[in-house]
């Protein structure tokens, strides 16, 4: 069976950095798909941040400017998102996903 | 972007009723493919969203054949049929033809 798991801090201070890990085990990263990281913001609004392909290209969304970066090891079958220069707006469940398979989600809040 | 727009946000429902869900793109959602590229979502509480249907109308795995999903170009349809108590939620379009994807605006599903 397919999971997927992110892990990371539950809060990260404006300014700062937010850095999350999605560990995925049944399937193998490199295998097919794209591995996205989509947020929810309070409400019901949720946000597609951008991808890093089986093949290790990646795709981010236009919103997050130059703020976002998706990496991957491979060697650890995991992928990960850096949100650079956070403020109180990043403030969401973040969630890996290959869209038939999500992870159960982090809530990240930014605050000082 | 591409825009999705979702109705009804909000629907009370009795258990064995049926409902429809509306999502309009902005843009057409066929893919230089041929395919299209608009997929549902579920997300019931405290779970993690859930892959209902893919590319229009193909259910996803374990996903009951009272939900189905209709449309074309611009215009699609959720449907399902007699609702049951575990189909309550919110409910999302979510369109990956054009970068960046994006999400409708969610479409809540409770009991009467």
């Known amino acids: 069976e397919i999971q997927l798991q992110e892990s990371g801090p539950g809060l990260v201070k404006p300014s700062q950095s937010l850095s999350l890990t999605c560990s995925v085990t049944g399937y193998t990263i490199t295998s097919g798909y794209d591995w996205s990281w989509i947020r929810k913001f309070p409400g019901n609004k949720m946000e597609w941040m951008g991808y890093?392909?089986?093949?290790?290209?990646?795709n981010y969304n236009p919103s997050l400017k130059s703020r976002i970066s998706i990496t991957r090891d491979t060697s650890k079958n995991q992928f990960f998102l850096q949100l650079n220069s956070v403020t109180t707006e990043d403030t969401a469940t973040y969630y890996c996903?290959?869209?038939?398979?999500w992870g159960q989600g982090v809530m990240v809040t930014v605050s000082s | 972007d591409v825009v999705m727009t979702q109705t009804p946000p909000s629907l009370s429902v009795a258990i064995g009723q049926s409902v429809s869900i509306s999502c309009k793109s902005s843009?057409?959602?066929?893919?230089?493919?041929?395919?299209?590229?608009l997929h549902w979502l579920l997300q019931s509480p405290g779970q993690s969203p859930k892959l209902l249907i893919y590319q229009v109308s193909n259910l996803g795995s374990g996903v009951p054949d009272r939900f189905s999903g209709t449309g074309s170009q611009k215009d699609f349809t959720l449907k399902i049929s007699r609702v049951e108590a575990e189909d309550l939620g919110v409910y999302y379009c979510?369109?990956?033809?054009?970068?960046?994807?994006?999400f409708g605006g969610g479409t809540k599903l409770e009991l009467k």
């Open positions: 890093i392909s089986y093949s290790g290209s990646t």
């Open positions: 843009q057409s959602l066929v893919y230089s493919d041929g395919k299209t590229y």
């Open positions: 996903a290959r869209f038939d398979y």
């Open positions: 979510v369109q990956a033809t054009h970068f960046p994807w994006t």
